[in-house]
């Protein structure tokens, strides 16, 4: 069995990102939506083998109520094409697995800072996502940078290596960090890593091309 590891959200060769969370409101739901999940993405990238897609990495939070997917591709312009032609039918499966899940919106991301604490390396799949929602541009490269300041400056006990991102409108901010105990980042969620499906280009990912990991 591989065992699971979190993505590498500063690989160089990750052009962007995309970040989604759902609704779907219990723990039921939210195991058999991630199973859904993974499976399409597993098999849309066996079927087309988009060369630019690196890894999709599916998170389910702890209190039951959400799945949180983070794609990461190469290039931006193939991962909107890819979006654009495969994504309703994609979801479309999904749904008729699981009807009614509520989906706020997707955000693609720039990474903006990464900052790395004294002492980082503890094993964990357990992660942290906080948001700044939309705003004026100028509002979320400013939120970015005053986050990583204070995440330089006091990091949260138990937080890994962080990694603070910009929407690509730079209209939103997202701060996504490992943890490996209970912390109090305000307006943050605790989600843990359920699975992951990886790109068809050798070494991609340690699970190898077109291959996966789940905890399902």
């Keep these: 069995m591989t065992t699971l590891q979190l993505p590498d959200l500063a690989r160089p060769d990750a052009g962007t990102t995309l970040i989604s969370e759902w609704i779907v409101d219990t723990p039921d739901r939210q195991r058999r939506a991630g199973r859904a999940l993974l499976e399409e993405w597993g098999e849309l990238s066996a079927r087309f083998r988009p060369e630019a897609f690196l890894r999709l990495s599916c998170f389910a939070s702890a209190d039951g109520r959400v799945l949180l997917s983070v794609a990461q591709w190469a290039d931006d312009d193939a991962l909107l094409a890819f979006v654009r032609e495969h994504r309703a039918e994609m979801v479309g499966s999904i749904d008729r697995e699981v009807p009614g899940i509520r989906r706020p919106g997707l955000i693609r991301c720039r990474l903006a800072h990464t ?33 990583a300041d204070r995440l330089r400056a006091s990091p949260p006990a138990g937080a890994g290596t962080a990694h603070v991102f910009v929407s690509g409108d730079s209209t939103r901010g997202l701060l996504y960090a490992p943890v490996t105990q209970a912390n109090d980042v305000a307006g943050a969620r605790l989600y843990r890593l359920l699975g992951a499906v990886t790109g068809p280009s050798p070494g991609t990912d340690d699970t190898g091309p077109s291959g996966g990991s789940s905890a399902f």
């Excluded at 357990?126 to 948001?131: C, E, G, L, S, T």
């Excluded at 705003?135 to 005053?146: F, I």
């Design 115 to 147: 900052v790395v604490p004294d002492g980082v390396g503890a094993d964990t799949t357990d992660v942290i996502v906080a948001r700044a929602e939309s705003g004026p541009a100028s509002d979320a490269v400013r939120w970015a940078e005053a986050t």
